[in-house]
């Protein structure tokens, strides 16, 4: 392939052939061709969710999700929702169910709208009864306070 021929061509396309044309200093991988994302020292920019510092509760991607312990093995999700629905408008509503029996296996997953309105059912409903059992409730998730990179197991 001459020379000339690649000047002549579009950019993108002059950028693209030179890499597939044999050669020194071939590049592979994702992402090799966006400058716009790479930092000076050519690592990648990457968007966060939040910024990270400080410990509490964190927002799951569609609300704030409580995580329920201590049910009744009996409990209905309709049981469950009218308990927390006092506090808030509930989203969602998760019973996990045991294959072989059918009952539930003694938690839940309540997911509320806004902070505001699960605060006030962990303030409210930690501690009470429900079908005769006491339940425990807790945030499903927590931002933790970063000491550096994780390692591995």
């Keep these: 392939m001459k020379l000339l021929e690649i000047e002549e061509q579009e950019p993108q396309q002059q950028r693209i052939r030179s890499t ?24 990648a920019r990457y968007e966060a969710l ?5 410990s509490g509760p ?3 991607v569609e609300g704030w999700v409580l995580f329920v312990t201590g049910l009744h093995e009996e409990a209905q999700e309709e049981d469950v929702a009218e308990a927390f629905a006092d506090y ?3 989203k969602n509503v998760y019973l996990n169910l045991d ?12 997911e509320y709208a806004t902070e505001k309105e699960a605060r006030e ?12 059992q006491t339940i425990h409730i807790n945030w499903a998730f927590v931002r933790g306070t970063s000491k550096g990179p994780r390692r591995g197991r």
């Design 20 to 43: 597939v044309v044999a050669g020194a200093g071939k590049k592979k991988g994702r992402g090799f061709h966006e400058p716009e994302r790479e930092e000076g020292d050519g690592n």
């Design 50 to 54: 939040e910024p990270a510092g400080g």
């Design 58 to 60: 964190a927002k799951s």
């Design 88 to 90: 808030g408008d509930v």
């Design 99 to 110: 294959r072989q029996t059918g009952y539930v296996k003694g938690y839940a997953l309540i």
């Design 121 to 132: 059912a962990i303030k409210g409903l930690d501690g009470s009864e429900l079908l005769g």
